[in-house]
Structure formats: C-alpha cells, structure tokens
C-alpha cells in the first residue's frame, strides 16, 4: 500500500449506509427502555403505542386528515407490493423507472402481475424520465420519489393532475421526512422506519388517500392475494390495520425505537428542522464537489439531485479508461479502506448502480461527520490510484 498520509479528524460517527440508516445523535439502547417486551401487540399498551406510531407521524409528515396510515410488515417493499397487487389493473399503469427499485416494481408489474396494459417510461442512473410523458390523468402512475439508488429525486408533485382519474401510487422510502411531498397529488404513499429516521427494519408504513380507499372498495383484483396483502373485507376497508391492529405481529422493540425518532424530530422542530439538516448535509458535499479533481455527483442536475442517498461517480480520466471490472475493484478497495480506518462504513454504490460511492445524508447525520469524511474520501482514492495506476 502506497504510504499517504491520513487526515488527521474522523467523523465521530461512521455510519453513513443508506439503510440502515444511522441512528439518531444520542441515541443508546436506553432510549427503548419504556419499549412494551412480552406484551401482546393486542394488549391496551401495544395498540397504544402503534397509535402512537401513526398519530405522530400524520403530526410530523402533515398527513391529511382523511388520509389512513397503517404499520404494514415486510418493511417498504411489503407497502409497495401490498399498493400493487391491491390496487393495480382498473385501468392502464404508467410505470417510472430510473434506478433499481423502480425498475423493481417494473418488473413485478410486468411479470408477476403480468397486466396488460402498462407503459414503461425509463431513464438511467444519474437522470430522470421526461415527466411530461406520464399520462397522470387517465392512467394509474407508480414512481419512486426519490431513487435511493441513484440519487435521483422529482422535484415536486407539479407534473401530477390535481383531476387525474387514476391513482398515483408513490415509494417514498427515502424522501419521508426529508423532502416536501405534495399529498394532494398522492393517492398511495410508502416508506419505511429505516431510512431518514434511522429506526430499524421490517416495519413499513402505507398511506392511502379517500380515492385509494374507494378504489379498494369497488375494484376485485382478478387474482389471488396473500393474507398478508390483504386490505379489505367483505368489500370494506379494514379499518383496524390503520389504527395499529396490523396484519401480523410487530416488534414492540421496534415500535418503541419508531417512537423515540419521532419524538427526537418533534423537539428538533418537526419536518422543516429534518429537511434542513438533511439540506445542510448535502451542502458538505456539494462544496467538497466543487473543489474535486476526480468526484463528481451521478445526477448533474441540481433541481433533481437527492438531499438524502447522494451518489458519487469518479470522474477522472485514469477510472473512465478501465474497464467495469476495474472500476468495481477501484470502488470496492476505496470503501474497503475507509471501513477499516473506520472512517465510513457500507458507503459502496448499489450493486446494480455504475462503480462510485453512496453516501447517505438524512436528518441523523450531523454535518461535522460529512465534513470530516470529505478528506479521507481523497486520502482513500488518491491511495488506491497510486497502487493501481
């Protein structure tokens, strides 16, 4: 290993995986000291806290009212599939697409679902599709707000008809509680705990709007659904999933940690205090970009670029001549180096993305961490060019 020296700050705190998320500032084991272990989720304290869950995060995200929010398992990806096989095929589905999750449901629309009638509307790493393509106001539309894997964001719900006829179904999974989204615009909204409130797995939230919930109502999939996607019966919404009755048994440990990062986000000031860390974070970057001979940002365009999974590319003459084995070892002996200073950990970009770096930037990152990462982010590529050059 070429000899270069080390920058002499560490971020205090190295977690900066995309999901995982880091905790919260402060956070310890402590903190899920009220958690309700060995009780039923059905018990009076169980559905209290699930609740809880639901109430404040309507108070936090600024939910409508008439909207329903249910604690669904199988963490985001249980939402989606449950919005999918529930709600799809009464009409045409536009289906966007321009990182690996989207290009998921993509893929079980098409092929699992196998509906008939649905537009792929794509684009690829680092770019968003022509939204004037997407037909909001006759056709059912799925989108990922912002593309976790790319980095990759709408800029706002303007290119949705406020008179659309279909539905728009939107995984929001690392958009919630880091950006503005517009609820007037969505009939379906998903995420998980794991992301921009750094909780923990398994648990997924599904936000249904009165024209999803009628949709629900009067539609009968033509095929079969697992109990565990199942959202009405007899016809009728089940009204308990959305007041903490959820499908199957939660992690009352899990919904303890929930509660404790909500609650940390209402003392910080709610939402605005949440988008503006996550803002200031990404700001740390930008700035060290701007400065960079040989990082440079996978989405170029700064209207669309995300606040919270920033992705990186190299753009240095030396990586774009290798080929894509070569650039994934370069990527891979870069995070392999900084996660045995540890200096950052899991910061490689999805398996499927082009060879770079992913950063998260949500609310529980504190800005001091990304600005001491910044120099053993060129500590650790300047080291694996001189070996490998």
């Known amino acids: ?71 669904v398992p199988a963490s985001d990806t249980g939402a989606v599939e449950m919005a999918l096989w529930s709600l799809l095929g009464a009409r045409g589905v536009d289906m966007l697409a321009w990182e690996s999750f989207g290009s998921g449901w993509v893929t079980d629309v098409v092929k699992q679902l196998k509906l008939d009638d649905v537009r792929k509307i794509e684009a690829g790493y680092g770019e968003l599709p022509n939204l004037a393509d997407v037909d909001t106001k006759n056709r059912d539309v799925v ?75 009067t539609f009968t999939p033509d095929r079969p659904l697992p109990k565990i996607f199942r959202l009405t019966k007899g016809g009728k919404l089940i009204e308990g999933i959305f007041k903490g009755e959820t499908i199957n048994t939660p992690s009352m440990l899990a919904v303890e940690d929930y509660l404790d990062a909500l609650g940390w986000a209402a003392d910080l000031g709610g939402l605005n205090a949440l988008q503006a860390r996550a803002d200031a974070n990404l700001a740390v970057l930008a700035d060290w970009v701007a400065g960079s001979d040989w990082a440079a940002f996978l989405c170029a365009d700064e209207a669309t670029r995300s606040n919270t999974s920033v992705c990186l590319k190299i753009a240095d003459p030396w990586f774009a001549a290798l080929d894509a084995d070569g650039q994934t070892a370069v990527q891979k002996a870069m995070v392999k180096l900084l996660e045995d200073k540890d200096v950052a950990y899991d910061i490689g970009a999805y398996r499927d993305a082009p060879a770079g770096l992913r950063i998260w930037c949500g609310a529980t990152v504190e800005v001091e961490d990304l600005a001491a990462l910044t120099p053993w982010l060129d500590w650790a590529y300047a080291s694996v060019k001189a070996d490998q050059a």
Not at 167 to 190: H, P, Q, R
């Open 1 to 71: 290993m070429t000899n270069i020296a080390e920058p002499a700050l560490r971020p205090q705190r190295p977690e900066f995986s995309s999901g995982p998320c880091a905790k919260r500032p402060g956070w310890t084991l402590q903190s899920l000291q009220d958690a309700a272990l060995g009780r039923s989720h059905r018990a009076k304290i169980g559905k209290a806290k699930l609740a809880a869950a639901i109430d404040q995060t309507r108070a936090i995200l600024g939910i409508p009212a008439d909207y329903k929010i249910g604690i």
């Open 143 to 217: 989108f990922t707000w912002n593309g976790t894997t790319s980095g990759v964001r709408v800029p706002n719900g303007d290119w949705i008809d406020a008179d659309r006829e279909g539905l728009t179904i939107c995984d929001a999974t690392s958009a919630a509680f880091a950006m503005d989204l517009d609820w007037d615009k969505l009939d379906v909204v998903t995420f998980s705990w794991q992301k921009v409130m750094g909780g923990e797995a398994a648990h997924g939230m599904l936000i249904l709007s009165p024209r999803a919930v009628e949709r629900l109502e």
